[in-house]
């Protein structure tokens, strides 16, 4: 394809979904892109507008690959659509027929998500990038969290009835929050398989990419990986998002039962008896009263498992909560979005600091690695939900 031109491309969208925006402009509040630029093609509205104009002439050209690559893919315009339109998926299949007609996905990004199939690979490139980390030669505008240069490894219990799903970049750059999260599903009695290397990446930032064919064949690896038909815990909002929508990904009975066994490890800990203090406390206790967390909602928490509330329910014994104004407002990390549009992705995590300014707190929940990473590059005292009630049980909080 050439980038000066237009091409032919078939979006395969439903037609029934292209006519479902009646362009009321509800969503333009919620969509973080909207926002930073008040501009009609950086809404919803607009690149629906523009999915109806390529599907009915068969051609695209760099204008609509900008827009639609511009996407945060939160899906806050989804949860906030009077009309029901399926943004997401929309999203997705235009990707995918940009993968396959206009190669879509420069090389460098395609190597990143190549590395992040094969846990080994991960785990040997985060080590030189630990390294590199450590020499301070990596780019600033890229963020990321100081990475360990050894991997925390988790203990598996063969008689576990329930699966922890570490995912990939978590496994890799975030054992001590996976432990942490561990300890807490294990409080309440029970034994869990951790899924290791045995599975691969739940394939979430391949999907948001429109490398379709690739996300399939993690999904089936991962199926694989999980038998049985215990519940699949994910501590992760976006793998957990992405672990659900298998059933709708591959189309078979086989994948949507899967699915129906996944669950936010939150939603799962809900009306479970999770101990107040666990293992041996400090011999001086920090002073009385209880810390105020502020809670961020990671969108693949809120607008796509709608399982936000578990969060506040599994917090809410422990600490004081302050809720953020911003109606669930994208912080601006996106999966792979922060790396590809740096600039745009802190300018929309400004928005989302002021909002958690407003709320106040002492520390920040959020339960996506992805937040985490993003929010604590801005400044923000963020932690996983679940280290926060781990820290609390053991007294140091
Ligand atoms: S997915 Fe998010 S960034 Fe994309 S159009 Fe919807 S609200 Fe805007
Ligand atoms: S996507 Fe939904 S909320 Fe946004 S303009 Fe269309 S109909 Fe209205």
């Given at each position: 394809m050439s980038r000066g031109g237009s091409f032919p491309i078939d979006l395969g969208l439903d037609p029934e979904d292209l006519v479902s925006c009646v362009h009321c402009g509800l969503c333009l509040p919620h969509c973080p892109t909207y926002r930073i630029t008040q501009e009609e093609i950086a809404s919803p509205r607009g690149r629906l507008m523009l999915m109806a104009e390529v599907a009915e002439s068969g051609r695209a050209d760099p204008v609509f690959i900008d827009a639609i690559d511009a996407c945060v893919g939160c899906r806050g315009c989804e949860a906030a659509c009077p009309s029901g339109v399926p943004y997401g998926h929309m999203l997705e299949t235009t990707r995918a027929a940009l993968v396959e007609s206009a190669g879509y996905q420069p090389w460098w990004r395609r190597i990143g998500y190549r590395i992040l199939e094969h846990p080994r690979l991960l785990r040997a490139s985060s080590r030189i990038l630990a390294l590199v980390q450590r020499t301070r030669l990596v780019p600033s505008r890229f963020a990321l969290p100081p990475i360990p240069l050894r991997r925390t490894r988790l203990e598996s219990s063969p008689r576990g009835t329930v699966w922890f799903f570490t995912g990939c970049v978590m496994d890799a750059w975030m054992g001590e929050t996976l432990a942490a999260a561990k300890r807490v599903v294990e409080s309440t009695g029970v034994e869990v398989r951790v899924s290791g290397d045995a599975a691969?990446?739940?394939?979430a930032l391949h999907v948001h990419a429109g490398l379709e064919a690739e996300a399939r064949d993690l999904a089936r690896e991962v199926m694989a990986a999980l038998d049985g038909d215990g519940p699949v815990l994910v501590p992760s909002a976006g793998c957990g998002a992405q672990l659900k929508e298998y059933g709708h990904l591959l189309g078979t009975s086989e994948a949507r039962a899967f699915s129906a066994r996944v669950l936010d490890v939150h939603e799962w800990l809900v009306g479970r008896d999770i101990p107040l203090r666990v293992g041996p406390q400090p011999a001086e206790p920090p002073p009385r009263g209880r810390p105020v967390v502020a809670v961020q909602d990671p969108c693949h928490l809120r607008h796509v498992q709608h399982a936000h509330q578990a969060v506040r329910t599994v917090l809410e014994p422990f600490f004081e909560l302050a809720e953020l104004d911003d109606a669930g407002l994208c912080c601006g990390a996106g999966g792979a979005y922060s790396a590809a549009h740096p600039s745009e992705a802190a300018e929309i995590r400004e928005l989302k600091l002021a909002a958690i300014d407003r709320a106040g707190g002492d520390l920040v929940a959020s339960a996506n690695p992805g937040c985490m990473i993003h929010l604590r590059a801005g400044g923000a005292p963020a932690l996983h939900p679940l280290e926060l009630v781990d820290r609390a049980q053991r007294g140091l909080l």
């Open positions: 691969p990446c739940c394939g």
